[in-house]
């Protein structure tokens, strides 16, 4: 089959590989019918996210027809729909059980590499490094999905795979990410970031009862977007814009109840603590570039909730945990629990109450996907959101 | 000290000694030193089952070769003695072999045993407690063992260090216990692996096959 391998930093290709079979009782082989590249993928890409080996295969936002089940799957069949959550959960460990599906502890092969370096590892999942298991990912023909009595969302009505395709991670990881911001009715939120994330991460917030909700990029494409979804928009590049002045100004001096960090470790930064993380990662002192951590602690009102989707993978400098611990907030984050929000996010969808297909920018072939890694890390070409056709010959 | 707080409504009696050692009058006490060429690993996990559905997987030795690794065959050859054989490393035609014996067997809370003659020198006990809570077990391992020259070869071979087996069969145990498989990426495509990637094979536990968990599927 054809699949995108990552073969170095900065260098993605498309290859030809074997396919994958059934390897255990509870594995499913599916015919992948649509994937995505996630901003996820780009912490690999630009080599952020340590155990990644030549050769691994990409990709964890995938859905398709099932081909084949192993023997214990018993809720699956050939033919069935279905779409897959990037996190992979046994559903009977202690943490399966509490629906903290992706602190799973039967799914990493390579726990002690996890356990290492954090304490503790958590699920495994597709296509992110041997730390987090290992998994051959999804940017393919053909995928192998372990535990696929626990996971896959079969997919009944006739919903476009684009409608649906985004329930596999960034729709969930948008609701969490609010549900996380702990929101009250009337209240106001800040996210920072208007990629897939923070996009579902605006609209979940409106979902769940906030009044107004102030959205943070530069990206002329992307800050429209947010408005269309109904938030005030404000571009940090903008000359005489101050981040933190601009949320004093829509809060009343008060500043948000909740505030979202849909960025992450390679958050973009004009100022000197920019320059500053840029020259400690590339000796390794720090690994992570925080700039938007720091500024959510310091804008988030006293006694707030700030949430972290931004994936963070190692060691930050300079967050400031003072300013954090004088105003009595609380921080919630992590990798998505996407076991509890798809069946439920799936509803709105059938409701219509939102159109996920509406945040696609591009839509390409597995031969393409090597350029366009590097215009989404660009963010050129105006791209919001890529969608691969792994069966597509040439460019739709 | 026990009257100091009298209102503690889930409170569970505070066990005097427990777990391999690591309990004692209510203190805890670290796991024992590697001394006098002697290596000692001490390893715990939460397993969501009863103690007694644990300790029969445990003691059905001749299943040992779906969650051990490199284990390729145990048979019972007494009431309490086994003859355990081991892969050394990729070859199958090279193999260690010993005997062990059961020491102790108190069904649903602990067997320990220790080798007789034969390629290695270890012993070890296994726990099973309840964990507070109610949340299932808490299986604790300790097993000692002298290094011997083909365990050392097998560490070379490998890239796995004895002590780290252990704490990793325990994992797979747990695996095994609570989902019926052993999560594995062993046999999945992937793209040229370079020759950094080779050389890291070890350190990502690929030279090392995982075990077959219960059901061994034809490769
Ligand atoms: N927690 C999870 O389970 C989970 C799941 C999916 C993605 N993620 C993470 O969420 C983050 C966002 O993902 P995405 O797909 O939307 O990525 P993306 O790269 O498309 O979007 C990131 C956006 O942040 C903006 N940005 C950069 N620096 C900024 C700054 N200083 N201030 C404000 N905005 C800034 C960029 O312009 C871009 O639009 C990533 O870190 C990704 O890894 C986490
Ligand atoms: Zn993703
Ligand atoms: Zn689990």
């Known amino acids: 089959m054809k699949a995108v391998c990552w073969m170095g930093t900065s260098d993605v290709q498309t290859l030809t590989v074997d396919d994958p079979r059934i390897l255990n009782p509870h594995d499913a082989i599916l015919k992948i019918t649509r994937t995505a590249i996630c901003g996820s993928d780009l912490h690999l890409y630009d080599g952020f996210i340590p155990t990644m080996e030549s050769g691994d295969i990409l990709g964890h936002e995938f859905m398709g027809v099932v081909e084949e089940v192993g023997k214990e799957v018993t809720n699956l069949q050939r033919g069935d729909r279905v779409v897959v959550p990037f996190t992979i959960a046994c559903g009977n460990c202690l943490f399966c059980k509490k629906k903290i599906w992706s602190a799973c502890d039967n799914t990493n092969p390579n726990a002690h590499l996890m356990e290492a370096a954090y304490g503790y590892s958590g699920s495994g999942l597709f296509g992110y490094s041997h730390m987090m298991g290992g998994y051959a990912g999804g940017q393919a023909q053909y995928v192998r999905v372990p535990f696929a009595n626990v996971g896959p969302l079969k997919i009944e009505s006739d919903l476009p795979d684009e409608k649906v395709l985004f329930l596999s991670d960034i729709f969930p990881t948008g609701y969490m990410a609010a549900e996380n911001s702990r929101i009250q009715e009337g209240d106001t939120v800040a996210v920072w970031g208007c990629g897939p994330v923070g996009i579902f991460a605006i609209a979940s917030a409106f979902m769940l009862g906030a009044a107004r909700v102030i959205a943070i990029d530069r990206l002329p494409e992307r800050l429209e977007m947010a408005r269309s979804f109904g938030a005030i928009t404000v571009d940090y590049s903008e000359e005489d814009v101050d981040v933190l002045t601009a949320i004093k100004d829509l809060t009343g001096g008060m500043g948000p109840d909740s505030c979202i960090d849909a960025v992450g470790l390679e958050a973009h930064s004009t100022e000197l603590q920019g320059f500053y993380d840029k020259v400690k990662t590339a000796v390794m002192l720090e690994t992570d570039r925080p700039s938007v951590l720091r500024q959510a602690i310091q804008a988030v009102r006293k006694g707030g909730t700030l949430s972290i989707p931004g994936v963070y993978g190692g060691l930050l400098d300079k967050v400031p945990f003072g300013a954090a611990f004088g105003k009595g907030i609380t921080m919630k984050m992590g990798q998505t629990n996407m076991h509890n929000y798809m069946k439920p996010l799936l509803e709105r969808v059938e409701k219509g109450q939102i159109d996920p297909s509406s945040i696609i920018s591009h839509r390409i072939t597995l031969d393409q996907v090597p350029e366009m890694y590097k215009v989404w890390r660009d963010k050129s070409d105006h791209v919001t959101k890529i969608v691969i056709d792994p069966w597509a010959e040439r460019a739709a | ?219």
């Open chain 2, 1 to 219: 000290m026990e009257r100091a707080l009298t209102e503690k409504p889930h409170a569970e009696t505070v066990p005097q000694s427990g777990a391999a050692g690591t309990i004692l009058n209510g203190h805890y006490l670290p796991p024992p030193v590697d001394k006098d060429g002697k290596q000692w690993v001490r390893t715990s996990a939460l397993i969501v089952k009863s103690t007694s559905e644990l300790y029969e997987l445990w003691r059905d030795v001749e299943k040992a070769p779906l969650w051990q690794e490199q284990i390729a065959e145990v048979l019972v050859t007494g009431p309490k003695t086994s003859h355990w054989v081991m892969l050394t490393g990729d070859d199958p035609d090279k193999s260690i072999e010993w005997d062990s014996e059961v020491l102790n067997d108190e069904p649903g809370k602990r067997v320990a045993w220790r080798s007789i003659g034969g390629d290695s020198d270890n012993a070890g006990e296994v726990i099973f407690e309840a964990a507070p809570g109610g949340r299932g077990t808490i299986v604790t391992v300790l097993q000692e063992f002298r290094m011997s020259k083909l365990a050392s070869t097998w560490e070379t071979l490998t890239g796995r260090n004895p002590k780290q087996a252990v704490i990793e069969n325990l994992r797979h145990f747990k695996a095994l216990a609570e989902t019926g498989e052993i999560p594995r990426i062993q046999g999945q495509p992937h793209g040229p692996r370079g020759t950094s990637g080779n050389a890291k094979k070890s350190i990502y536990g690929e030279k090392v096959a995982t075990p077959a968990g219960e059901h061994q599927l034809a490769s």
